[in-house]
């Protein structure tokens, strides 16, 4: 009888230290999908952050050109309306302003 418990004794911490290497294996392959996983997001959230970044630039850079362009189209206006008034003024001097008024 005795025999027989401790060969009882035996085959459950066979079975105990199967189950158990079953276990550990599992939480290993699993920590390393989860490891490999982080790192991917990682890498992927750099390149995210890289792409952001050069957008940013992209961004400023039209804006800049944009803001140069309005200014420039502005300086021009400006150009122009007193070319205008200036030849308005020259008529009017010269005697070729309207005299209905």
């Given at each position: 009888?005795?025999?027989l418990?401790?060969?009882?004794?035996?085959?459950?911490?066979?079975?105990?230290?199967?189950?158990?290497?079953?276990?550990?294996?599992?939480?290993?392959?699993?920590?390393?999908?989860?490891?490999?996983?982080?790192?991917?997001?990682?890498?992927?959230?750099?390149k995210?952050?890289?792409?952001a970044?050069?957008?940013?630039?992209?961004?400023?850079?039209?804006?800049?050109k944009?803001?140069?362009?309005r200014?420039?189209?502005?300086?021009?206006?400006r150009r122009?309306?007193?070319?205008?008034?200036?030849?308005?003024?020259?008529?009017?001097?010269?005697?070729?302003?309207?005299?209905i008024?």
């Amino acid at each position: 009888m005795k025999e027989l418990k401790e060969q009882e004794i035996t085959v459950d911490d066979a079975r105990f230290k199967h189950i158990y290497e079953m276990i550990e294996s599992k939480f290993k392959e699993t920590t390393l999908k989860l490891e490999q996983q982080l790192a991917e997001e990682r890498a992927a959230c750099v390149k995210a952050e890289k792409k952001a970044k050069a957008a940013k630039k992209e961004h400023e850079k039209a804006e800049k050109k944009n803001k140069e362009l309005r200014r420039q189209k502005d300086e021009e206006l400006r150009r122009k309306e007193e070319h205008w008034r200036q030849r308005e003024e020259g008529l009017r001097i010269a005697g070729f302003g309207c005299s209905i008024m």
